[in-house]
């Protein structure tokens, strides 16, 4: 049997493509090699939210008596916690199963690997089975970057150092934890442990945390993190691991800091090793699969989607990414925009942008204007946040009076930033936006009196 297309990876890229092609009709097969969902829903995206909202609940109860609640003596459970995260993802990979049979995808657990062409279409092999697809998708997705450090390896086989893998499972709260990279997921893992009791130390190669995250928020997460208990070394160099303990350079010095376990999250790479693509003359480009605004390869008929691409490593884009390569092998015209992708670290507060940044508008010689307000001008958050500090930002084209980028700090903007990415997407002007009406007390009026300033 000659399939329309192949999928090779289950993750979010891959499982809403096959979705997207059952329902367009297209005869379809996905390849997954450990669980359907891929990293996002086993071990990235989903468990860390889990995660993070046991913390949560557990901080906002601590913090009881500035809000009128009793509530002393409150502990998290840690082993309870991953209980109940492992049953959210048991429950979503289920139901991304129930989508594949609903949807008339024929699943293979397996490891596929591409050995070439025929006329009929691309070979995919599984086992001791050839596989043919008229159509490839590639959505192999991404896998953390292991620092050749000395004694990272060794740290890494005796169990010492671990991956966002092993951090989501751990069955016991370090008593010391160390992070490696002061990225979006070094910074939800800091926030659980530190949550959960680790003392939790964040090294970081750069002057400040959270990467392209507006500057002046990833200070304010950084000051609420270090209030917290959290210490963060910046502009500091792992040179080693120890047995037990990490060695770093700062300021011309040698420190070292004692750990139970450390967390290596410096960023992850594409995957693109033993899939076969030299075998059909896939390009990459440093290490990722190059592909065009529809996202397909150098190669007719097979695309690529998802972080295996290396454009922007988030679920959401991978899953626009694979709509749009599968449109685009349905005959319907569409193309993938990057410009308003907002991204987000759950974090507690939470932290959201989309679009620029000053840093990043500066850079391009862009002419922009920006207002910036506390949280606290919204009454919502004012009820809700005894003391937070929490701002957002706004940025807007000056020649156009276009919005370019919305960041925030505080809790909800994970789910307000939204409607700032639509507003981008949009091109909505300043005028525009002033005459949307919010619903009130929301926290999200912040924007609206934040574009009042301009
Ligand atoms: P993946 O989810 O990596 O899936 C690829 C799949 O392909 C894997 O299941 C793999 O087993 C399979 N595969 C690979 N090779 C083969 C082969 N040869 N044969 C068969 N199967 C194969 N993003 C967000 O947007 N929001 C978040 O909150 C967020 N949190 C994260 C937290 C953590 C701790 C981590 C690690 C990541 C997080 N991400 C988050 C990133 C997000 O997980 C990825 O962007 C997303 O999973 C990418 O989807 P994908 O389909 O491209 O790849």
Not at 86 to 98: C, D, E, M, Y
Request: net charge negative; hydrophobic share 40%.
């Amino acid at each position: 049997m000659v399939y329309d297309l192949i999928v090779i990876g289950g993750g979010p890229a891959g499982y809403l493509a096959a979705e997207r092609a059952g329902q367009g009709g297209m005869n379809t097969l996905l390849f997954e090699k450990r669980s359907l969902g891929g990293v996002c829903l086993n071990e990235g995206c989903i468990p860390s939210k889990a995660l993070l909202y046991s913390a949560k609940i557990a901080d906002n109860a601590r913090d009881g008596a500035k809000y009128g609640v009793d509530a002393s003596g409150v502990a998290l459970n840690h082993p309870a916690v991953i209980k109940r995260k492992n049953k959210v993802v048991r429950n979503l990979v289920a139901g991304v199963k129930a989508k594949m049979k609903k949807n008339k995808v024929t699943v293979v657990e397996d490891t596929a690997f591409i050995t070439g062409r025929s006329p009929e279409g691309y070979q995919v092999k599984a086992g001791d089975t050839v596989y043919t697809g008229r159509r490839l998708l590639i959505a192999s997705g991404s896998v953390p970057i292991i620092p050749s450090i000395p004694g990272a390896k060794e740290g890494l086989e005796r169990g010492f150092v671990i991956t966002n893998r092993e951090i989501l499972d751990l069955e016991q709260v370090p008593e010391k934890l160390v992070i490696v990279g002061g990225g979006v997921i070094g910074l939800e893992m800091a926030s659980y442990y530190n949550s959960a009791g680790s003392q939790v130390t964040v090294i970081e190669m750069l002057d400040h945390i959270a990467g392209a995250t507006d500057l002046e928020i990833s200070q304010i997460l950084q000051k609420n993190y270090e209030k917290k208990g959290i210490r963060f070394m910046l502009s500091s160099r792992v040179t080693k691991i120890e047995e037990n303990a990490v060695v770093y350079e700062a300021g011309g010095q040698t420190h070292r800091v004692e750990a139970d376990k450390v967390l290596m999250s410096v960023g992850r790479r594409p995957a693109t090793e033993g899939l076969g693509l030299e075998n059909i003359g896939v390009e990459l480009d440093r290490g990722a699969i190059r592909v065009d605004e529809r996202c397909q390869t150098n190669v007719p008929g097979v695309y690529a989607a998802g972080d295996v691409n290396g454009v922007s490593m988030l679920a959401h884009t991978a899953y626009r990414e694979s709509e749009v390569a599968v449109n685009n092998m349905l005959g319907r015209k569409d193309i993938m925009r990057y410009n308003a992708i907002a991204s987000v670290i759950y974090t507690n507060p939470e932290v959201a942008g989309v679009g620029e940044t000053e840093q990043s508008a500066a850079e391009k010689g862009i002419d922009f204007e920006v207002a910036k307000l506390p949280m606290m001008y919204s009454g919502r958050y004012m009820a809700e946040n005894e003391g937070g500090d929490g701002i957002c930002k706004v940025l807007i084209d000056k020649q156009q009076r276009k919005l370019i980028g919305v960041h925030m700090i505080g809790n909800y903007s994970s789910e307000i930033i939204y409607g700032a990415a639509l507003m981008i997407e949009m091109e909505l002007r300043v005028d525009d936006v002033k005459e949307l009406v919010f619903p009130h007390p929301t926290v999200s009026e912040i924007i609206r009196e934040t574009i009042f300033e301009i």
